[in-house]
Each structure stands twice: as C-alpha cells, then as structure tokens.
C-alpha cells in the first residue's frame, strides 16, 4: 500500500489539527496503522496506532487523551485529531502500516510509509 500524509500546519497552543493518510492499493482493511513523529534532532517515536477494524486504538502516553486516531476503510483512509496541541508536538507526523500487523510501536515494524506532514505549535 503507498500512504501519503496531509492536514499539517502552524497552530497556536491550545489549538486543533486534522491529518489525514490516504491509502492506494488493496488490502487496506488488512493492515494495521499507524502515526509517528519526527522532531528535529530526534528519533522517530510512536504516537497511536489502529487495528485492521478500528476497533482497538493505542496511544504513546504523551498524547493520551488529546489525540484520536481512526479509520474509513471504506474509503481507505486513517485519521489523527489532536487537540489541545503543545509546542513539544511539533515534528515531521508520519502515517505508516503494515499488513496483518498486531500492536505495533517500532517504526522497524512497519515497512510501507507515507511522506511526512509537518505540524509546528507556537506558543
């Protein structure tokens, strides 16, 4: 599947973002996704990740409770809310997926990726 990432920006503290992956390829409902982060300087980090249904969802715990990641397999595509941004989310946000994946944090896990959105929080 090839993924391509969206919906980045510059937001104040405090404020709302949408990204959204889109999908190409078959087999979509069979893979399980995800979204990391890049910050300068940093390594690659989890953020949340989706079961193949969209029935099981896992956050890295910094952003428990502000971020929602979903699915539309219908339509192929994964979505991340964030809200209540901080100036500490801003990074390269990378959607990634992996076929038949099961609860997957590392970014070695996955092996088709999308090219970054970048989100910057002003405070």
């Known amino acids: 599947v090839q993924l391509q990432a969206s919906g980045g920006g510059l937001v104040q503290a405090g404020g709302s973002l949408r990204l959204s992956c889109a999908a190409s390829g078959q087999f979509f409902s069979s893979y399980y996704m995800g979204w990391f982060r890049q910050a300068p300087g940093k390594e690659r980090e989890f953020v949340a990740g989706?079961?193949?249904?969209?029935?099981?969802?896992y956050y890295a715990d910094s952003v428990k409770g502000r971020f929602t990641i979903s699915r539309g397999n219908a339509k192929n595509m994964v979505y991340l809310q964030m809200n209540s941004l901080k100036p500490e989310d801003t990074a390269i946000y990378y959607c990634?997926?992996?076929?038949?994946?099961?609860?997957?944090?590392?970014?070695?896990?996955?092996?088709?990726w999308g090219r970054g959105t970048q989100v910057t929080v002003s405070s």
């Open positions: 989706i079961s193949w249904s969209g029935q099981s969802t």
């Open positions: 990634a997926g992996e076929m038949y994946g099961r609860r997957l944090y590392y970014p070695a896990d996955f092996n088709s």
